[in-house]
């Protein structure tokens, strides 16, 4: 799939109105709906545009249509006639379908990688910057059995879940999404810039923001609509009471789709975003077949999303014009209420083996590292509690503590406590 070829005239005037102060997407959809692309709309008369959608509306296109935008088209050409890159506006064929349900679709979106994967059904898995090594662990683990199962998973490419989470999709051979508050030049945070490559290489990289646009705080809440608007559903990892993850949930619920929450500790202030989403009815989730099952998908019903022979271009032979539909009402309460697909037949095994080889069983802890986790729990706990639990004198403690980091089964966070890592074996 490639995005609409645009003239310098058609992208100057893209970018001008979507630039322009007080032109919201709703009375814009309705400006392009009733004249046809966005050089036409800027060729009418105020009277004419302020009866199709209002004084305010029209005062916002008159603006845009005096706007010097002469020194952001010639970067934004360059920019998309590199490969990869494309531009894909609202009245697109390629603009992604489940946006245009959406309210407030973003104008024009920049995009780096397969446009494909706009078009398929995904999932987003996101989560705390700030994770814990089990929280790490978990969004992996389901960004791999999800995207192994043929969805595509949508992110924010931030620290701790999101950057899990791709990480996951792309070990499993699947596909990404990474929905970014910058510009589509800029990667942050920049120790994710090789991360950035692999996505935008094997996945999608998009945001709604101009080229060279930085970070900013205001613009995450933005970008985590769009996260909630492209996918069938969010699932929430790790969040504590006031988090990102849960406006992205939020908003996922106003537009219909499906909200899922990993349960943890009583005692964890990163579980306490996830108990507060099933509370007002998310789907308490412990695994990826629980997700799956709600979206009517079998969990080896569909090999992972694979890339295709190539990388969508900035033009195309495609041309013409669509009709942008209205935007559709959206509920206001969390719905356990599975979305249907058609099943996939599962296909059929390589003839390899007639069976696979049994795999050694992992050694059993010894008796003091398993009784050290056993007094661990599932809550973290400081090295004199842990002491007092298991009576251990120093030396046989630290012994342990050591064992059981060396295994996997704990980690160390900040301020000196520990506190348990499942350990998940994968035999691929």
Not at 119 to 139: E, F, K, L, M, Y
Not at 191 to 204: D, F, K, N, W
Request: a neutral charge; glycine letters at 8%; proline letters at 9%.
């Amino acid at each position: 799939m490639q995005a609409r070829s645009m003239t310098p005239a058609t992208l100057g005037a893209w970018l001008a109105l979507a630039g322009a102060p007080g032109l919201g997407p709703p009375a814009l959809r309705t400006l392009i709906a009733a004249f046809g692309n966005a050089q036409a709309l800027l060729a009418q008369s105020f009277d004419t545009l302020a009866q199709a959608a209002g004084d305010e509306a029209a005062q916002a296109v008159a603006t845009a249509a005096r706007a010097d935008i002469r020194e952001q088209l010639e970067r934004t050409c360059a920019w998309a006639a590199l490969p990869g890159n494309a531009l894909v506006a609202l009245d697109d064929p390629a603009y992604p379908p489940a946006l245009l349900t959406m309210h407030d679709p973003p104008p024009l979106l920049y995009a780096c990688g397969q446009l494909e994967w706009l078009h398929a059904p995904s999932v987003a898995i996101v989560g705390s910057r700030g994770a814990t090594p089990q929280g790490i662990d978990d969004a992996s683990h389901f960004a791999r059995e999800l995207a192994g199962s043929g969805l595509v998973v949508v992110s924010g490419l931030a620290l701790g879940v999101d950057a899990a989470a791709h990480r996951g999709a792309l070990a499993a051979g699947g596909a990404t999404v990474a929905v970014v508050g910058t510009g589509a030049d800029l990667v942050y945070p920049a120790r994710h810039r090789a991360l950035a490559h692999e996505i935008a290489a094997r996945g999608t990289i998009v945001s709604e923001w101009p080229l060279g646009t930085p970070a900013k705080p205001s613009h995450f809440p933005q970008r985590n609509r769009l996260i909630a608007g492209m996918t069938k559903g969010v699932l929430v990892v790790e969040a504590a009471l006031r988090s990102g993850s849960l406006i992205t949930a939020r908003l996922a619920n106003e537009m219909g789709r499906d909200v899922f929450a990993i349960p943890g500790s009583i005692h964890a202030p990163l579980s306490r975003g996830c108990h507060q989403l099933i509370k007002d009815g998310a789907m308490l989730t412990e695994t990826p077949q629980d997700v799956l099952d709600a979206l009517g998908l079998a969990q080896s019903a569909a090999a992972p999303a694979r890339a295709p022979g190539s990388p969508a271009q900035c033009r195309s032979a495609r041309t013409g014009a669509r009709a942008v539909p209205a935007a559709t009402p959206t509920p206001t309460a969390i719905s356990r209420k599975p979305v249907r697909s058609p099943q996939r037949q599962p296909a059929e095994p390589l003839p390899l083996f007639d069976t696979q080889p049994a795999l050694p069983s992992p050694a059993p802890l010894s008796a003091n590292a398993a009784r050290l986790l056993e007094a661990l729990g599932h809550a973290p706990a400081a090295l004199e509690i842990l002491a007092a639990r298991t009576e251990m004198d120093s030396a046989t403690l630290q012994g342990a503590l050591l064992e059981l980091e060396l295994r996997g089964h704990l980690a160390v966070l900040p301020g000196g406590r520990y506190v348990r890592h499942t350990v998940r074996h994968n035999h691929d």
